[in-house]
């Protein structure tokens, strides 16, 4: 075979092979590793016979990748055989290609190149439905996830981090689900100004726009972002797919910040992957009386999250490519706070509305004449102390 | 003299020590504590001589806690000479009497211990206006500050942790203001269970209830528990000593917890000195739209708060003594919490209202129908699953 058309028999084999096997099937994504994707999906079909060396080989790898005991191939093959009769990844493809879609595959140039930070657990392919525009790097991309069941305080937070992250520039991801995500999609499509403002990763095929009532919105990320998925057109979103899901979200982005979440919540599966992988964690605080805000202190006690309040600390988890901005609460300094303790003592001695003279201060601040003379020289000069016919006062600045 | 005359002595050096210097006069601090208090009275009143052997002793000690240039004993002298009119330790001691209080020194039984921890800063002496109860240990007090602007949210946190708190038997520290620190003591009285169930460390002398309008609380926080002042009656409650005030409130407590502060707050300055003797310091979330909460989520930005939303969250803090106590906020666990990931399929695979055969979930799942088989078996012990002639559907638990 020539190597453009080898080229084109790994993506059909990837294809079925991701609906072949769930996503992160351990021994299922070491198989491919180790034997590839062509002749994996032959032995994962039964048409080739795996020898005790590639057992070997794929034992040495879960190993190493915290799997201690694997069943062996045979317990695999039991596994995947019901679904072999039903592989037909040229249609997948095709769908695809309808839906005004692709299929990509590790090594494309459109391929996400921090998804490699999964490891072993990389999926096997993207199944994306969009206008062919570079997914950007970790980096650049954010993604806000919460709970469905999202209050007002988490619908305003979200549409105003998503909205504030988009016209930064960062493309933001989510799951396309109702509440935080659907905030974090629309904030993100109104406020967005790069060429892929926001991305949905689906638990379920793409061809179907789920739940369906976010169909308008998700129509929309395809549109002017993009909507991926790593299970093949058809799938439907089990619990199961959610949890895997979630380490895409992880992964594509620098930074997983956390809105909403209950004490209990799929969005803390999220989180605890994108540590897993050595992203960075931002939860969003929120009262101590909200139900819809426990998950997210639950993260910030356990110490893996960082308190996030802006966009500009949001922006710097991302890392240097995050541009510095001022932060907006920083209150004006007073303008005693640079003060020493001894002119800040003389300060608090100063009458502000009689007058006091230097023997007075010196009693009242418990300081020397000489140091009561040379520090309402300095506050004079800061403007915090006046005098008035050799006796002295606070001025209205001090 | 008899031990118990120098004790007198002492004791009514270090009343006088404490109207002659400003808290934390670290120059006056270090002489006591190197020429002891009868002798470093003297001394700072003109009395005695100091020898440059002491005085080489003074700044020994200053620079081993960080104050590397001294001007010298002279420059001291000359800040403290125009008190020493005033000095009238005496009376000082007899207006204690009559307010029904008392003043302690370091040595006393009554004396906290754990005030030891300031090193050097440990305060002369403290004014005592209240019964002569112990003050607790520190692991059985809470410090709860926060600014005097409090919100309705600030004002029921504040309530329910400091009634809380006094329900567990803890002593509430705060600092006599109003806002949180008034909410602070107020919830403490009103849940105290304790002999102490709260103590205000004021920044004035303890002879007036300051602020005016907090006058009737702090009568009853002295009739219950503590008002404590290291400045004697009839000091000024200066800025400087509000901030010098703050280290005592950190040091009488084994946890700071920081209700509502903005982002520059004095309740900040008490978490620091917290910090800078390493006792915990826990913040309280807030909405980031609230300007009150936004020093709280500074501290818990910058890494050195807990975020605590619960008295048992404080409790933990404050160390073993602490009792343990169920977190409210734990949701049920739900019965999938513990399934292998096959089991988790299998479980998404099982219709809710229709049933589904073996081989057909072993499709759905991806799974072999040996393996669909045990884990059916599995689910069904867990009540997760139930068969219906031979075909298997999700049960309602599932």
Not at 290 to 316: F, K, M, P, Q, W
Not at 368 to 378: D, H, I, K, N, Q
Request: aromatic share 4%; proline share 6%.
């Amino acid at each position: 075979m020539n190597p453009q058309t080898t080229k084109d028999t790994e993506r059909v084999a990837r294809a079925a092979l991701s609906r072949l096997m769930e996503p992160q099937d351990a021994a299922g994504l070491a198989l491919v590793q180790t034997a590839g994707a062509i002749d994996g999906l032959r032995i994962a079909t039964g048409q080739l016979k795996a020898g005790p060396e590639l057992e070997q080989e794929i034992t040495s790898l879960l190993a190493g990748n915290g799997t201690a005991s694997w069943p062996g191939i045979a317990a695999s093959l039991k596994r995947w055989a019901p679904r072999v009769a039903d592989l037909a990844p040229e249609r997948d493809l095709t769908t695809m290609k309808r839906l005004g879609g692709r299929m990509i595959v590790p090594g494309d140039d459109l391929w996400p190149a921090q998804l490699a930070d999964l490891g072993i657990q990389e999926p096997l392919c993207l199944w994306w439905r969009g206008s062919e525009v570079e997914i950007p790097l970790a980096r650049r991309t954010i993604a806000l996830v919460g709970s469905r069941d999202s209050t007002s305080y988490g619908a305003s937070v979200t549409g105003d981090f998503a909205y504030g992250l988009g016209q930064r520039g960062y493309t933001v991801v989510s799951g396309g689900a109702y509440g935080i995500d659907a905030h974090a999609h629309r904030g993100a499509l109104s406020g967005g100004t790069g060429p892929m403002p926001t991305i949905a990763v689906m638990a379920g095929g793409v061809d179907r726009f789920y739940p369906s009532g976010n169909e308008d919105l998700l129509r929309a990320v395809a549109n002017q972002g993009a909507v991926l998925a790593e299970v093949p057109p058809g799938s439907a979103p089990t619990r199961y797919r959610f949890l895997q899901r979630n380490r895409l979200i992880a992964a594509l982005a620098a930074v997983t910040v956390v809105v909403e979440a209950r004490w209990r919540s799929g969005a803390l599966n999220t989180a605890h992957h994108a540590e897993t992988i050595g992203r960075a964690v931002g939860a969003v605080p929120g009262s101590i009386h909200s139900a819809n805000s426990a998950g997210c202190h639950r993260l910030l006690r356990d110490g893996g999250a960082v308190c996030v309040t802006d966009v500009g600390e949001i922006a710097e988890l991302a890392g240097p490519s995050g541009e510095a901005l001022p932060l907006d609460q920083e209150e004006p300094a007073a303008a005693h706070d640079g003060l020493t303790l001894e002119d800040l003592i003389l300060l608090d001695a100063l009458p502000l509305r009689s007058t006091s003279s230097v023997d007075k201060l010196a009693v009242v601040a418990g300081l020397s004449p000489e140091s009561v003379r040379a520090g309402l020289g300095r506050l004079g000069l800061l403007g915090l102390a006046a005098s008035e016919r050799g006796a002295w006062k606070r001025s209205k600045n001090g």
